[in-house]
């Protein structure tokens, strides 16, 4: 299993932000795909990373 990924930001650019699982705020660090989340964004030395991601509720 991979324990990175990419999320794709709203709005204008669309950009991929790479993830690491250890950021993702749930119990078991799973999300599921296009599974609509929010984050922060921190500049890592390869570019901008998303953090503390955590799951939208609908």
Same mark, same amino acid.
């Given at each position: !299993? ?5 999320? /794709?930001? +709203?709005?204008?650019? $669309? ?7 250890? $950021?993702? *705020? /749930? @119990? +078991? *660090? !799973? *999300? @599921?795909? $296009?599974?609509?989340? #929010?984050? +922060?964004?921190?500049?890592? #030395?390869?570019? *901008? ?10």
């Amino acid at each position: !299993a991979k324990h990175f990924g990419f999320i /794709t930001e +709203d709005g204008e650019g $669309n950009e991929d932000l790479f993830f690491h699982k250890s $950021n993702i *705020l /749930t @119990e +078991d *660090l !799973a *999300l @599921e795909k $296009n599974q609509r989340v #929010e984050f +922060d964004v921190k500049k890592s #030395e390869k570019g *901008l990373e998303a953090i503390d991601i955590k799951p939208l509720t609908e």
